[in-house]
């Protein structure tokens, strides 16, 4: 075998032959999603292989390398040399293996044209400054918390992840801090863009008592009282993070169907028509605007002024 029958090998076809099938197919094989055979412990398929005009290209977006088959071995042999790949190369030349595609893992929302490319722990340094911009510490926002959700019921994942995606089919990948609600959608952040990707809904999450719930408007209030508080390990009440006011009507039924005994809002100072809503639910509501009653929410009192443990 020379280099140019190498070159001819399909990456997929090895990947197959190597134990690693596609996980998320695009449509097509001409786009195809693994648990990357490059790392231990992806437990999110973040590992892309993509038909291009010269062949198949694969990019890792946990090493943040790519290129392509000759590239793949050098980083799967852990080793540069010609002759080490080839020799890798060499008994995969004769085999014909057809690529099957299993299932979808992540979501296309076809309204606003985003697509998930890929989900990882949060690590991006231009993330993680935006974050302490917003005087949000790494140690917050990577928080391991369980959903009170039925979609998520008893799977702990960080607050926030990094989230990978394309507007309408382009090539081009965006990077973003995502934060996941209650049926798999996902409010996307970042210095340059506010966006969401559908479902959209409510996010909750599971705290040490369970008569109490507090009710942030946005995902950056919910972590700010996290550092306000200073809380390590755990949330000392149960949480939902509305997302949008427009879902204060299900975050009720919530409320209701849960029989929390103490509600707390943390809204911002604007949303008094909201407030209102969250009052005859029950004798202990507790609405701490004006704790920031000269700032926009709580995020922006954290940003802007010193303040005392709450």
């Known amino acids: 075998m020379d280099y140019e029958d190498a070159k001819k090998i399909s990456l997929p076809h090895l990947l197959q032959q190597l134990g690693h099938q596609p996980l998320q197919g695009k449509g097509s094989a001409h786009k195809l999603w693994y648990k990357s055979p490059l790392r231990v412990g992806d437990d999110n398929p973040s590992f892309k292989v993509e038909l291009k005009s010269g062949g198949y290209v694969w990019y890792d977006f946990g090493l943040g390398k790519g290129g392509n088959i000759f590239s793949f071995v050098k980083e799967y042999i852990n080793d540069e040399s010609f002759g080490a790949v080839m020799a890798f190369l060499r008994p995969y030349a004769t085999l014909n293996t057809n690529v099957n595609v299993t299932h979808e893992v992540y979501s296309k929302d076809v309204e606003s044209g985003i697509t998930i490319e890929s989900i990882k722990p949060l690590q991006h340094p231009a993330l993680i400054n935006y974050l302490s911009s917003r005087k949000i510490p790494k140690r917050v926002a990577t928080m391991e918390l369980i959903s009170l959700g039925e979609k998520n019921s008893a799977q702990t994942r960080a607050i926030v992840s990094e989230v990978n995606y394309s507007v309408n089919s382009n090539d081009k990948i965006y990077f973003t801090l995502g934060f996941q609600n209650d049926k798999v959608g996902f409010e996307l952040r970042n210095k340059y863009n ?92 507790h609405h701490k605007h004006l704790l920031y009653a000269n700032y926009d929410d709580l995020n922006d009192w954290l940003v802007k002024d010193s303040f005392k443990s709450i």
């Open 194 to 285: 506010k966006l969401s990707c559908s479902p959209k809904y409510f996010t909750t999450f599971k705290g040490q008592n369970h008569t109490t719930i507090e009710i942030f408007e946005g995902f950056f209030d919910f972590m700010s009282a996290i550092v306000i508080g200073k809380y390590k390990d755990a949330l000392p009440n149960d949480v939902l993070v509305l997302n949008s006011l427009s879902f204060v009507p299900r975050a009720i039924e919530f409320i209701e169907a849960n029989d929390y005994q103490t509600i707390i809002t943390w809204l911002d100072t604007k949303a008094e028509d909201a407030r209102k809503l969250f009052t005859p639910l029950t004798s202990y509501v």
